[in-house]
C-alpha cells in the first residue's frame, strides 16, 4: 500500500510541474459517469483482497497484489493534462483542473503518511509510525488550509466538484466596460506620487521568477521613505508559503509580508496596490457576484484601494476561468507583458529616478 500511495504521489507531482511549466493543459476533463467507474474499480480493488487475506500461497498473494495495484493505477495515475486517449480510459483525477491539483498532492501526502503510521504499528516499529503520523497529520493540514482558503469542501476538490460552497444556481454577472493601459513610465509616476503602497503577488511572480527585481524595487521605495508591504493570500503561488518562501529567499523583510487577514482593513488607507500576477485571489466576483463559482472565497479586496495596477501577461482568466471584473473597475490599470521584463524595467526606472 505504501509503495502504491507513494508511485501515487510521484505521478501527481511530476504532473503538477507539468502543468507549473505550461507542458500541459490544466483544464479539467469530465468523463460521463465518472463517479460510477471509479466506485466500481475501488469494489474490484476491496475485492481483489478477499483472496489474498484468505489463501496463503505466493502465487495467490503475487497475482491478487498485482491486480489491485493496476487497479490502483488506473485510478490514480490519471491527471487532467494527459493526452485524451488515455483519458479515457483512466478516471479519477480528469475532473480535477489545475487550481486544485496541490489538494490533491497533499491528500496523497496525508494518505502516503498514515500508510506509513500503519506499517509501523505492523511492524512495531516506533519511527515509522511516529515519522507517518507527522507526514500524514501535515498534509491532512495543508490541505483543510486550501479547501478553507478556497471556500471548499475536500470532498468538492477530489470528486472534480466545481463552485464554492456559496455558488448560486443563477447565471453569472456579465462584466462590461473597457479596461485601462499603463506603461512603465506612467507606473512609475504613480508610485512616485503613493506613500503607502501594497504588493499583492500571485502565481505568476512565481512562474516568472520576478522576486528578485521586486525585492529590490521594495528596498529602493522603503530608503524614499514610503511605506511598503506585502499581501500573500493562503493559495497564492499554487500553495500555501510557496510567496513567502519566495520574498524570504530574495531578502525581503518578513515583518512587512502579511497574510490575507492582516492586510485586506488596510486596503481603503492605500494609496497603490501592484497585483503582480495574481487573479483568482484578487477577483471581486467572490464577493460581488452570488451567482459566481468562486463566490464566497476569501479574496484580497485590493479594488477598495485608491489606485490598483494590475500586472499580467493579458487579460486571460485565472485558474478557476472566471472573469476579473476590477481590471475594468475605474481605479485599475493594467501593465500588460512578462512580469519578470516588467519587474527589471520598473525597479531600473524607479532606481534611475531616484538617482536624479
Not at 490519471?78 to 487550481?99: C, F, K, N
Not at 524595467?345 to 534611475?352: G, H, I, M, S
Request: charged share 15%; proline share 5%.
Amino acid at each position: 500500500m505504501q509503495i502504491r500511495l507513494e508511485l501515487s504521489l510521484l505521478w501527481a507531482s511530476l504532473c503538477h510541474s507539468y502543468l507549473i511549466y505550461c507542458i500541459l493543459n490544466s483544464t479539467p476533463l469530465m468523463l460521463p459517469a465518472r463517479h460510477a467507474l471509479n466506485a466500481t474499480l475501488m469494489a474490484a480493488s476491496v475485492g481483489g483482497m478477499v483472496p489474498y487475506m484468505l489463501d496463503p500461497s505466493y502465487t495467490t498473494g503475487m497475482t491478487c497484489l498485482g491486480s489491485v495495484s493496476a487497479l490502483s493505477a488506473v485510478m490514480a495515475a490519471h491527471e487532467p493534462y494527459i493526452s485524451d486517449s488515455l483519458a479515457l480510459i483512466l478516471s479519477l483525477y480528469p475532473p480535477i483542473g489545475g487550481a486544485d491539483m496541490p489538494v490533491v498532492i497533499t491528500v496523497l501526502n496525508s494518505y502516503s503518511g498514515w500508510a506509513l503510521c500503519a506499517e509501523g504499528f505492523l511492524l512495531n516499529n516506533n519511527l515509522l509510525t511516529i515519522v507517518g503520523a507527522l507526514i500524514g497529520s501535515s498534509g491532512a493540514i495543508l490541505s483543510y488550509i486550501m479547501c478553507v482558503a478556497m471556500n471548499r469542501s475536500l470532498a468538492n476538490v477530489i470528486l472534480g466538484g466545481y463552485g464554492t460552497s456559496s455558488t448560486g444556481t443563477g447565471k453569472p454577472m456579465e462584466i462590461t466596460g473597457t479596461h485601462t493601459e499603463v506603461n512603465v513610465e506612467q507606473t512609475v509616476d504613480m508610485i512616485k506620487e503613493a506613500h503607502n503602497i501594497i504588493i499583492t503577488p500571485g502565481y505568476g511572480l512565481c512562474a516568472a521568477k520576478a522576486q528578485y527585481p521586486i525585492a529590490e524595487l521594495v528596498k529602493l521605495l522603503t530608503e524614499a521613505g514610503k511605506k511598503v508591504r506585502f499581501g500573500i493570500h493562503p493559495v497564492a503561488g499554487r500553495m500555501p508559503g510557496q510567496l513567502n518562501v519566495l520574498l524570504a529567499e530574495a531578502g525581503v523583510p518578513y515583518d512587512i509580508v502579511l497574510e490575507m487577514e492582516e492586510i485586506n482593513e488596510d486596503f481603503p488607507e492605500t494609496d497603490l496596490v501592484l497585483v503582480i500576477g495574481a487573479n483568482d485571489t484578487v477577483n471581486s466576483a467572490a464577493q460581488e457576484d452570488p451567482n459566481s463559482i468562486i463566490a464566497g472565497m476569501p479574496v484580497l479586496e485590493v479594488w477598495k484601494a485608491k489606485q490598483v495596477i494590475v500586472m499580467k501577461r493579458s487579460l486571460g482568466v485565472g485558474y478557476a476561468a472566471v472573469d476579473n471584473p476590477i481590471f475594468y473597475k475605474p481605479n485599475t490599470a493594467m501593465l500588460l507583458g512578462d512580469a519578470k521584463k516588467t519587474c527589471d524595467t520598473l525597479q531600473a526606472k524607479v532606481r534611475e529616478t531616484q538617482s536624479q
